[in-house]
């Protein structure tokens, strides 16, 4: 049996923060990773960390806060969320935003997107920062082990945490943790099984996410009377190409930037401004699951090249976007019916114009702020897009010092979890950036927790 301070259970973001953090104080660590490399569902995503009051805020004069910050999570939660991890991610954001810059992250573009009333998105080139966190946790002694799936929770006479049991190429190990066990293994976002029971109407999402992420950790510690949270509000996004496949990450969100969405028909179905899991949700019911991201030459020309979510160019470059002169040409070249979106767009505009309320109470861009804009000035565009069944954002419920709670509330000594593999943070809704933030976030305050444990005091 090998023996560590601690065990972490996935390479992901939050993975990957819990090791480096935990192996730079001096622990023995060792990282097991069910696939071949590291990154799973972090590496697939678009790379925005939520944060609030930084550097890049101040150089574009945004005036975000905390408290602004605190106030979008709470509402877009529904009154689900638990305060106390909000709060937690909130009271440790600047340590963690200034730790992955002292890890060498430059955050190269800063947006507004779902859920929030200031540009808090900081884009980074995440593939690069999980590779600097794996060199992190090697270079200080750390030790990471791909094609190692953990497949059971050791526990001694207590119920304490102390170890797990692992399948790996040279068959069955068991590793020892003397300080506990990180659970990071991510959701279930391809775990059919699970799926089936919380939210079978999501099966019919495109499914993304991380090869590995079928629900392991989340298993595990149900298994051993861990609490679970959100489990009812587990929903995909909504914005992604219908032939979306693993090989990038491919999401639109145009009705951030003033589109509008419609349905085969050519109708509208939802305030555009609304988080895109509200949006995805929405769009399952949908005739074949489609919605079109309807816009003119004004909101092309706010695209942002190289921008996850807002790159309307490359997706022009890949052919899925389709474009006309005029909106019975759009019509005809998308599939959607012509009489419909005429008439959809002129409601749209009057709308827009002030001369009769929205259809669906849309009155901004995102979340309520931005100035809507008419779909008018050809030419025309339309991307066919589905809902993504991305990642599921419930999970295992945890203290703010990431310590997992069984179904009566008490902690399960010696175990952790941090990452989306975690419930109780984001409620009803997810905002952009705070899963990877909250990854990086927890994954520090498991570290820090496990640390002070086992750190006799002086």
């Not at 992250?105 to 859920?115: I, K, N, P, T, Y």
């Not at 988080?275 to 489609?290: E, M, T």
């Not at 941090?418 to 990877?436: C, D, I, K, N």
Request: hydrophobic share 40%.
């Amino acid at each position: 049996m090998a023996g560590y301070d601690v065990v972490v259970l996935g390479a992901g973001i939050a993975g990957l923060s819990a090791a480096a953090a935990a192996a730079e104080a001096g622990l023995t660590v060792a990282v097991l990773e069910k696939t071949d490399s590291i990154g799973g569902s972090s590496a697939m995503s678009g790379g925005f960390f939520a944060f609030s009051g930084t550097a890049e805020q101040a150089a574009d004069a945004i005036g975000d806060s905390a408290e602004d910050f605190r106030d979008d999570l709470i509402r877009l939660g529904g009154g689900h969320a638990d305060v106390s991890l909000i709060d937690a991610y909130l009271e440790n954001q600047d340590a963690t935003y200034a730790w992955l810059k002292e890890h060498g992250v430059a955050f190269s573009a800063l947006e507004v997107s779902s859920g929030q009333s200031h540009a808090r998105s900081h884009l980074s080139p995440i593939k690069d920062v999980l590779a600097e966190l794996a060199r992190t946790v090697v270079e200080h002694g750390g030790v990471l082990f791909t094609r190692h799936r953990a497949t059971e929770l050791v526990t001694d006479p207590t119920g304490r945490v102390v170890g797990v049991r692992s399948s790996g190429p040279e068959g069955p190990t068991e590793f020892a943790a003397r300080g506990g066990v990180v659970i990071a293994s991510g959701g279930f976002s391809r775990g059919e099984d699970l799926l089936k029971v919380f939210a079978p109407e999501q099966l019919a999402g495109i499914p993304y996410g991380g090869l590995g992420n079928t629900g392991d950790g989340l298993k595990m510690a149900w298994k051993l009377g861990a609490g679970l949270a959100d489990m009812s509000f587990v929903s995909g996004t909504y914005g992604s190409h219908p032939e979306t496949g693993i090989e990038f990450h491919e999401l639109l969100t145009a009705n951030y930037l003033g589109a509008i969405i419609v349905n085969k028909d050519g109708r509208r179905f939802i305030d555009e401004s609304v988080s895109y899991k509200v949006l995805g949700a929405a769009c399952l019911s949908q005739p074949g699951g489609l919605g079109f991201e309807v816009f003119d030459s004004t909101v092309r020309a706010r695209s942002h090249a190289g921008v996850p979510l807002n790159d309307i160019g490359f997706l022009e470059d890949l052919g899925h976007v389709f474009k006309a002169d005029t909106l019975e040409g759009l019509a005809d070249a998308a599939g959607i019916n012509a009489v419909g979106l005429v008439e959809t767009v002129e409601a749209y505009n009057r709308a827009v114009a002030g001369e009769q309320p929205d259809a669906y109470g849309r009155t901004g861009l995102v979340n309520g702020t931005g100035d809507l804009v008419p779909v008018l000035h050809p030419p025309f565009y339309a991307y066919p897009a589905k809902t993504l069944m991305t990642s599921t954002y419930c999970g295992l419920t945890i203290t703010p010092q990431a310590q997992v709670k069984d179904v009566t509330g008490h902690v399960i000594e010696g175990l952790f979890a941090v990452g989306e593999v975690t419930g109780g943070f984001h409620g009803a809704a997810y905002m952009t950036g705070t899963s990877l933030g909250k990854g990086a976030v927890f994954g520090r305050i498991a570290a820090h927790a496990i640390t002070a444990a086992l750190t006799p005091a002086s």
